[in-house]
């Protein structure tokens, strides 16, 4: 069981409170995409996606951005019980989508880039830390059954 300082907690419950989901989801979504272009095969289905410009503009790309930076706030409102909140999901993406649970770990670093050129310098060690903590905690519960 992974235990959360209270500064933790109000660190990633602040960042989350504060964040554009329709900007930050797309963009992070997209540098996956982009930066990692073999995870493109998991969205064969999203149309255009043979160049970064198409990518970006993409509106099915961005919506499931979107619902994936949402999908992290049920890990924030069960901060203590993530394995469990994920266990469905973890389900749905290893026996029905065939996801390599190592692209959770590539989206997660997207994320953590996105949000802190967001942030700037804001986004100190400390604020890093315990995202990067969070992050790592969701990684491993979506990919859990792997195991």
Known sequence: M?????QERSIINSIFASLDYDDIGPKALCRCLIVYPWTQRYFGGFGNLYNA?????????????????HGLDRAVKN??????????LSVMHSEKLHIDPDNFRLLADCLTIVIAAKMGTAFTADIQAAFQKFLSVVVNALGRQYH
């Open 2 to 6: 992974v235990v959360w300082s209270e």
């Open 53 to 69: 410009e198409a990518i970006k503009t993409n509106p099915m790309i961005g919506a499931h951005g979107i619902k994936v930076l």
């Open 79 to 88: 901060m203590d019980d993530i394995k469990n909140t994920y266990a469905e």
